[in-house]
């Protein structure tokens, strides 16, 4: 029975083992997936009881993302340019780092999207999950992405520290919303809305195009206070269910080689939202 696990502090709310124990089953793979709760601090005590347990792989979530670097044997070029790691692979041994938080952002887009490169993009924040999507857009040449911060200091350096070429404007919360208009996709990444402040927003629509998508990376709760606006001026718009949904299924398939069934990933995924 091979042994997977999710890593983080906190972990308990994690949908992860649920999500991926159901594809274990369904493909008939002998493998279970559960909770490893590492405390802030106890990174490397804790990773070297993994390496005890001689687990096939693992999923790293907050706080561990990017302190887990150095302790991989390899890492995939992308997840080394973002700096941060979601998903381990145990390659005879060898641990090896991949991010799969911006691929499985793109591929949810991409199920209500033909195409990317030729989007003129919004990205509001410019945090640990704004650093995966800003990155892993520009890697897949899409080459407009404007940054929307509160700090702008944050979205300069986040511009600077991208490798991949991108043309990239960054705006503050006041321009934003006026020029909110001029986007075909805005893409909201940061915890403004989440529940249980769910009546936050980071920047009003008004001045919306209704052809344009909105897309929030939250998926509790599914339709925040962004999503609604954006919905109600005629806009596109997609929740964080895709995103959570696809990382899972990319790290899946790099840990078995089959990519699963999204569909029943995200029934399963709703049913435990309730
Ligand atoms: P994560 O790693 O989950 O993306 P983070 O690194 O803490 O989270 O980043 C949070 C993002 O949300 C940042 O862009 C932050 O803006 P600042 O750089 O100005 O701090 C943004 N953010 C969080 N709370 C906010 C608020 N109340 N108003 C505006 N922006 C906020």
């Given at each position: 029975m091979k042994k997977y696990v999710v890593i983080g502090?906190?972990?308990?709310?994690?949908m992860s083992p649920v999500m991926h124990n159901d594809l274990f089953q369904f493909y008939q793979i002998e493998a279970q997936y559960d909770l490893f709760h590492i405390k802030k601090g106890m990174l490397k005590e804790g990773l070297s009881q993994l390496k005890e347990m001689d687990v096939a792989g693992f999923n790293i979530t907050v706080p561990h993302k990017s302190d887990i670097i150095p302790f991989l044997d390899e890492l995939d070029p992308l997840s080394q340019a973002i700096g941060a790691v979601n998903t381990v692979v145990n390659e005879n041994g060898k641990w090896v780092g991949y991010n799969t938080d911006g691929y499985g952002y793109v591929r949810g887009l991409l199920t209500i999207l033909?195409?990317?490169?030729?989007k003129k993009v919004m990205m509001i924040g410019a945090g640990g999950a704004a650093r995966a999507i800003y990155f892993t857009l520009a890697y897949e040449k899409v080459h407009k992405i404007d940054i929307v911060n509160r700090t702008l200091e944050k979205a300069e350096d986040l511009k600077k520290a991208c490798p991949y070429s991108v043309e990239t404007d960054v705006l503050d919360l006041k321009s934003a919303k006026e020029r909110c208009?001029?986007?075909d996709l805005i893409i909201q990444t940061t915890s403004i809305g989440m529940s249980p402040h769910t009546?936050?927003?980071?920047?009003?629509?008004?001045?919306?195009?209704?052809n344009s998508l909105v897309s929030d990376i939250?998926?509790?709760?599914?339709?925040?206070k962004l999503l609604h606006e954006a919905k109600m001026k005629g806009a596109i718009v997609q929740n964080g269910l895709e995103m959570f949904v696809f990382q899972g299924a990319l790290a899946f398939e790099k840990w078995t080689g089959i990519f699963p069934d999204t569909e029943r990933m995200k029934r399963n995924v709703l049913k435990q939202l309730g």
């Open positions: 502090d906190p972990i308990a709310h994690s033909p195409a990317l490169t030729d208009g001029e986007y009546k936050e927003q980071p920047i009003s629509l008004e001045n919306l195009n209704s939250i998926y509790n709760p599914l339709e925040t």
